[in-house]
């Protein structure tokens, strides 16, 4: 039994709605078996029989979810940034996704990935995996093994990508799918798998309403890329000349919300019928600043998917972000809404520090259910911070030194606590 | 002596021109008495009794220069990023700075800030102090004893900004200005004074004038802020109703360039007239990418200005900016001329990786002299970085280790060997 009770003792910070950061300094995060009872100023006396973990003058925050990652682009992430998307798809992502058809090599650079998300801030995260099926289940049997809450997703493709990664056609890529959840629908505690066909260009019409119907049968979250490039986008358009938008694709194959919870990264350039088709659906924004900056897709428009009420998170798009730090993606979340607003709409005003908290910590963990917060009944996952590196001859306020740790995360912080569900990790 | 003569070996990576990178395997960087004699790829005869420092398989480039940075910001880096300039300036950065009235509080500061820098990619960098000059001097001397090589500019203010830090009129601060001068002129190998009006605003035009007067007197070189924000053009416009264009201002009174070698930091909003005029007078720009997103500025035509031959370099302008660390100056100048390109101007295509390593190294090293590359006759900054904490399952050659460094120095990255002008600086 891991998700024992205890207390956790120290400068707590969560999000309870998208601008309300809640702060208690030396207060008590209250865990009962994975679920928290609340966050005190003193402890209340139906808990202090519990022990408490008392990390002192650390920070405690909600542990983060990445809302859209790569695991097999990690080898490459930081590599090969000048090119737009179609480009840079086939010169550096597929030969690298080829290369996961050997289970060696993906064992090699899987254990690599999961180890360092093991140690970073995300205790969630929504994964892209490949077409190959010996290696991802290798990557969800490591995610599970190491604590971390995650989906998974057999990526499906059956043309316009290179051979070596092209499933042989939709029938083929469906059995193989259906043969891949069999497999791993109820195998893990942590790891659960995704529907993922890579984006409409590389999935054929029956391709996608084979997965629209497994979606049904097996209850399935998806996950998938949109409109993050105007070429992608154009082309999307000439592959289903029918499609009003390219949300619009997945929606006629029951594959964008309603009862099949979903999540789209990127949403660049959504047109005003698509946005529309994400609100009435409840289709998850999977934010990527990092990743749309380097391949110069854009900047999203966050600002109007949060006034619309649009489920929103970040991702870290590794190997289209570089960075695995969410940290770093909630500053790059903040800086591009910043030019968003001076460079495109002077309407749509920036993000704020506590809103890019709340979407990194509640807005996307909600993907997962009630997890990224702190408050009552949610599911525990928890950072502890040490700031101690970052120096300063200021005195600051526990919320400063959180403002300050996500700009400065990787100059001097250091994540010296992680739990998960409230199981703690062991991060050395 | 500190400068001996010796021979670094390493994977050698260093700018020749703007977009050429050479690379050496397992190369020799032959330094004589601080200064390289070229970079080979086995050891000429002539050197052959030289001691060699091995470094196996670790990168070998240029030290880099920060060509925009306030060290008295550095307490607040991080903090109050939801404000433009002017506000940003009367809230944060002012009360701050106004600190350093107090010694005891300037020399906490300032160690911190000397002791990081000196762990950092920088080599040399460009700095703003306050009006105060004890805590200036101290700053210089701390500089001096780090051995880094620096610009310091005790900063020129008598009107428009609160009291605590308004100089008591032009006369009060130019003897002020020119008492520091006649102290420290001579006073330090590695740190030089540099004239420091603050920007246009906080300066009256006899201020200037009498500036001009010292620039000339001393032959200094000058350092100030132009065309950053909207609001703060307009307001120089108001200000000094006469002039053609914000850097007119300081032209008017010989503090931009010509014989005043003179870098300007950010040049975001700069008009065709002005960036004429930084042409023909040869004004270094200083562009401090993240600075110009913490603070919404905008984002300025750096391609615009490498094509017009004006010299250009990076700068971290802590605290507008965040992160000390030029690797991510680099990364972020890339980055918004991504956004510049698909924003802005397609007329201006991105930054390449090659381009940003050469303003951070020779281009803004250029300020100094001949430093920020390995080319024969240049003085010998270098960084020897260790990338084996960034894991990865793929091989790769020198060129693509040093493209990763750039993007994830802060995860996983180590600088393991600094070197400026030929002395070897103990990290530890």
């Known amino acids: 039994m891991n998700e024992k009770s205890f207390i956790i003792r120290g400068n707590i910070c969560y999000s309870e709605a998208r601008e309300q950061l809640s702060v208690t300094d030396r207060g008590y995060l209250v865990c009962c078996k994975g679920i928290s009872r609340g966050v005190y100023p003193v402890i209340p006396d139906e808990y202090r029989d519990l022990p408490v973990k008392d990390y002192g003058d650390r920070l405690v925050i909600p542990g983060m979810t990445d809302l859209h990652v790569h695991a097999p682009q990690y080898p490459f992430r930081g590599l090969g940034m000048d090119l737009e998307l179609l480009d840079w798809l086939n010169t550096h992502t597929f030969p690298e996704e080829s290369r996961y058809a050997e289970l060696e090599y993906a064992e090699k650079a899987y254990q690599i990935f999961v180890d360092d998300l093991k140690k970073s801030a995300s205790t969630r995260a929504v994964i892209f995996a490949t077409i190959h099926i010996p290696a991802t289940e290798f990557l969800m049997k490591q995610l599970d093994a190491a604590g971390l809450k995650t989906y998974v997703g057999k990526v499906n493709m059956d043309q316009n990508c290179t051979d070596t990664l092209r499933e042989k056609d939709a029938e083929a890529s469906l059995d193989r799918t259906a043969a891949w959840l069999r497999e791993t629908a109820e195998k893990y505690p942590n790891t659960r798998p995704i529907l993922t066909p890579r984006f409409a260009p590389t999935c054929s019409g029956p391709l996608l309403e084979g997965l629209g119907k497994l979606q049904k049968k097996y209850g399935l979250p998806v996950q998938s890329h949109l409109s993050e490039n105007l070429s992608e986008i154009a082309w999307v358009q000439e592959l289903f000349p029918w ?85 770093r993606c909630m500053a790059d979340a903040i800086g591009v809404s910043k030019l968003y607003w001076r460079l495109a709409d002077q309407s749509r005003k920036p993000l704020t520090m506590e809103e890019a908290f709340f979407l990194a910590t509640k807005g996307g963990g909600s993907f997962f259910g009630k997890t990224g917060s702190f408050e009552e009944g949610y599911e525990v996952d928890a950072l502890v911070l040490d700031d101690s590196g970052i120096r300063t001859a200021k005195e600051l306020n526990t919320k400063e030194r959180l403002e300050r740790y996500i700009y400065l995360a990787e100059e001097g912080g250091q994540i010296v606590g992680k739990y998960v569900a409230g199981k703690e990790l062991l991060l050395s």
Do not use: W
């Open 243 to 327: 499609s009003s938008c390219y949300g619009n694709v997945y929606e006629h194959y029951g594959l964008f919300g309603k009862e099949a919870k979903t999540v789209m990264a990127h949403c660049v350039h959504s047109s005003d019928r698509e946005v529309e088709l994400m609100k009435r659906n409840g289709v998850y924004v999977a934010h990527c600043p990092q990743s749309n900056i380097n391949l110069s897709s854009g900047i999203a428009p966050i600002r109007r998917y949060l006034e619309e009420g649009i489920p929103t998170g970040l991702g870290t798009d590794m190997a289209g972000g570089a960075n695995m730090s969410m940290f």
